[in-house]
């Protein structure tokens, strides 16, 4: 059987860089039965090791990182678990051999509060000391063998920047058996009720604050007392009603615009790529059914899921970097004032601006929300955002409405984000007031000292995200876009009589190329348009026609589903440019503005343009969003209501919108 | 109780500055949180930043605390708050 450590400690303290450096890429994350509280577990990297041999040796070292907490309270989820684990209660890791207790020599008395609960579960314990320059900086010394003495237990000063006590910190390990553990000596007794995290009668708590007080009192020697003045300084602004909230608009801004402009490299190349091998696959494989599932039909599929990783890996490495500066917290500290209004919580802002890059990557990064009802009220309406996804569709919308005049484009286009947040924060103020009631938790955070942040632990962060992405929604994500993909080719039908004709035309013509191209988009049109989907939006278009839509926006709105800009593509299909069409925007916008319904009249008259518009900043259109929507939250529950409530909203809205404008 | 209340004030009616000695917790749903991060009667605090939310330096860190919850704690405003190696070395 192997031996399981746990890594605990206070957050900030460094633990999850210490993790990286002890275990590598060599790891896994999930999330601990029943909670959304994320375990990271890796193997033990031993000295000459190299990190990329994976495989469980039968001796090997699980290092299991446990989340960072203030103490064993459950006051908590993450409490909860952590003392669950150190209890042997956990049903997921019900062993644990010895516990790593990392701790912050800059704060040592706090850190030292939980080490002196984690020490009452009588586990053998090793004592990582990190921030130790930090703490000189401060005119801070701490005696780590006095400590060590004191203790009774091994204290290992760390520098992992600077790869100093890493390796003794392993030996250490590997050698947990050997440490005649007799326990730290506390001066009260650990009782059961106090064990781990259960009730307080008479406030133990006051004698653990009271100990480690004096234990850090003892092996601390300071030269002259430098308080962290710059950080005080900084939080002036930083934190200010007005500055702050300023500052914080201006960082958003700068991430925000970072993910668009560094995303869109990658994720062009990854459409151009899986493109490319779509229709190189496309020649090679046979001309029937299976050729036209594997390439159309699963590859096409694998791109939509690869195309979200860019957009993920992303944000989740620049906020790791704002997080490990501390700023993020100052960040929730200024926008708590606001947010509380419509019951949201400060910390919900970060993940609520990402939703305007792509609400995936920002429903995963709302685990920073403490709170479990806060997160759920933040997760359902993050897909109100305008995401990336939305604009080609603004953009042909926008210029159908307003050829020649970028002002009133411009502020369309503004009107249309507006929409999507006033929306959002609308429809939070709704479930506070029905079926999420309650104020959200008031803010209780630590703002930690400015420091300079980690990209290596940055670039880990995001790689585990990505993982998880891939694993935890890839495959659903993959099955949606095949049924879609089914639902849009099938059942076949026979090319019609115009496509034949044209193909006819085409054999007498000197110039046969372009009556091809003609007969081929003529039949991509009959086939979409007799495909199960097609027949579906004809079901649809009673439904969609109070809101001045005919049977093919009706197509094109369920072609959304897979992912909101595929509308463009679908109108592209349906009004006779073929796939290829909506490249040419200048073209697909002139022959929509063509576009009559059978009796004549425009299809794309002003109030359907504008119903149209209002209706895809509000719809639920994205299935991958509900797919991580539920493994976020749990149950496909939450992503029904999500996808009731935002499709009823857009309706009405869109209903009010078309209905209105047309009596105009 | 009742000579508490005389030199007691809640925590979110100290200055920028001031100091205050824990006597009464009385937020019951926030208890928990609340102790784990040291605000717990007995600790000593200081105002860095009084407003709302407002900042705290208790047992060595600076903790964002919103007001509504400040109100519920009692704290007897003492002097400064040294940090516990500064008294004793």
Known sequence: ?664 | MNDIRHTSVPLSHLVKGACGLICAVENKDELARLQSMGVCIGRRVEVIKPGDPLILRVFGARIGLSARMAEHVQVEPCSKAPRCWEVSV
Request: proline letters at 6%.
């Open chain 1, 1 to 664: 059987m192997s031996t399981r450590i746990l890594l605990a400690g206070n957050p900030n303290a460094g633990k999850t860089t210490l993790f990286n450096a002890l275990t590598g890429l060599r790891m896994r994350t999930g999330n601990f039965h029943g909670t959304t509280v994320e375990w990271k577990s890796g193997t033990l990297r031993l000295p000459g090791q190299k990190s990329s041999s994976r495989g469980a040796e039968p001796d090997a070292v699980e290092i299991l990182d446990l989340p960072g907490i203030y103490s064993l309270k459950a006051a908590t989820p993450e409490e909860a678990v952590a003392a669950e684990v150190l209890t042997g209660h956990n049903p997921d890791f019900p062993t644990a051999d010895a516990v790593v207790a990392v701790v912050d020599a800059s704060n040592l008395d706090r850190n030292l509060f939980l080490v002196s609960q984690l020490a009452e579960c009588g586990k053998p314990m090793i004592l990582a000391v990190t921030m130790l320059d930090v703490a000189r900086e401060a005119g801070i010394r701490v005696d780590l063998d006095r400590l060590s003495e004191r203790m009774n237990c091994p204290v290992i000063p760390l520098n992992i920047p600077k790869n100093q006590g890493v390796d003794l910190l392993q030996d250490q390990i590997c050698q947990w058996n050997q440490m005649h553990f007799t326990g730290v000596p506390l001066p009260y007794k650990p009782t059961e009720e106090s064990l781990c995290g259960a009730g307080c009668s008479s406030c133990p708590f006051s004698r653990r604050f009271t100990w480690s007080e004096q234990l850090a009192a003892e092996v601390v020697r300071t030269q002259h007392v430098a308080r962290s003045r710059s950080t005080d300084r900084l939080d002036e602004v930083l934190t200010h009603p007005l500055w702050g909230v300023l500052a914080f608009l201006g960082v958003m801004t700068l991430l925000f615009a970072l993910i668009f402009a560094v995303a869109e490299i990658p994720m062009a190349l990854i459409e151009v790529l899986f493109g490319w091998i779509a229709d190189t696959a496309a020649t090679v494989l046979p001309d029937n059914d299976f050729g036209s599932l594997l390439s159309d039909g699963i590859l096409t599929g694998v791109g939509n899921v690869v195309v979200f990783l860019p957009q993920i890996l992303i944000l989740f490495f620049f906020l790791a970097l704002l997080e490990d500066t501390g700023y993020l917290s100052r960040a929730a500290f200024v926008m708590d004032r606001l947010m509380r209004k419509v019951g949201l919580p400060g910390t919900a802002f970060v993940p609520m601006v990402s939703g305007h890059a792509c609400a995936i990557p920002a429903i995963m990064s709302t685990r920073v929300i403490e709170n479990a009802r806060d997160r759920l009220a933040t997760i359902l309406v993050l897909p109100l955002m305008s995401c990336a996804a939305r604009i080609p569709v603004y953009v042909i919308l926008i210029r159908l409405l307003f050829p020649n005049q970028p002002l009133l484009a411009a502020l369309a286009f503004t009107g249309a984000y507006v929409l999507g947040v006033g929306a959002a924060l609308g429809s939070a103020y709704l479930l506070k007031k029905t079926i999420l009631p309650g104020e959200s938790k008031p803010l209780l955070l630590e703002l930690p000292a400015y420091k300079t942040p980690g990209i290596g632990n940055a670039g880990m962060h995001a790689y585990e995200k990505g993982l998880t992405f891939l694993k935890q929604a890839g495959t659903i994500i993959l099955l949606i876009s095949m049924a879609l993909w089914a639902l849009s080719t099938y059942p076949k039908s026979e090319p019609p009589e115009s496509v034949l004709a044209l193909r006819m035309q085409a054999e007498q013509s000197d110039s046969p190329d372009e009556l091809l191209a003609a007969a081929d988009r003529e039949e991509a049109r009959h086939a979409i348009e007799h495909s199960f989907a097609g027949r579906m939006a004809r079901g649809i278009e009673p439904v969609v026609r109070p809101l001045g839509f005919d049977g093919r926006i009706g197509l094109g709105i369920l072609s959304s589903f897979a992912a909101r800009e595929v509308i463009v593509s679908t109108l592209s299909i349906v009004y006779g440019l073929g796939e290829e069409g909506e490249e040419d925007e200048v073209l697909l916008v002139d022959t929509l503005r063509q576009a009559r319904h059978p009796d004549g009249r425009p299809v794309f008259t002003r109030p359907a343009s504008w119903s149209l518009l209002v209706f895809y900043v509000l719809a639920m259109q994205c299935l991958p969003t509900q797919v991580v929507t539920r493994s976020e939250t749990g149950s496909w529950k939450w992503p029904l209501l999500q996808l009731g409530y935002m499709s009823t909203l857009a309706y009405i809205a869109s209903f009010l919108v078309y209905q209105t404008l047309s009596l105009l």
